[in-house]
């Protein structure tokens, strides 16, 4: 299969699954902003693993995984449904930190900022 169709496939999924958790009843995933970070399809459609975070942490995204991979079944129906796919694949759920760490990252950068800005704001001494 075309690498371009796998990609196309990949985002199509992506898109749906973004709906398809709004939906989602259990309240490990409903009460959290759960953000899908990357989506990854196998080159045969069996399986696609999904990244999941959270800005509440690690731990409370661990929680979220839990509760996707008890509702899979119903992700995995409502993907076929929505999706014209001959064999819809089979959904992984892991969890990253990567909100958190871009999250601190953006923070260490904007700490940063106001010593840059400072001496820039300093009037200079011109005669």
Known sequence: ????????????????L?????????????????????????????????YVSTMEGMDRTKTAVQGLKS?????RHELGKRLSLRHVPELLFKATDSIAYGAHISQLLHDLEPEQAGDEDAPSQEG
């Not at 709906?19 to 009843?25: G, M």
């Open 18 to 50: 973004s709906a398809i958790l709004r939906e989602v009843k259990d309240p490990r995933v409903k009460d959290c902003l759960l953000s899908l970070v990357r989506v990854e399809v196998t080159n045969d459609l069996s399986y696609c693993t999904v």
């Open 71 to 75: 509702a899979a079944g119903f992700i």
């Open 1 to 16: 299969m075309p690498s371009f169709k796998i990609d196309r496939t990949t985002e199509d999924i992506r898109r749906e």
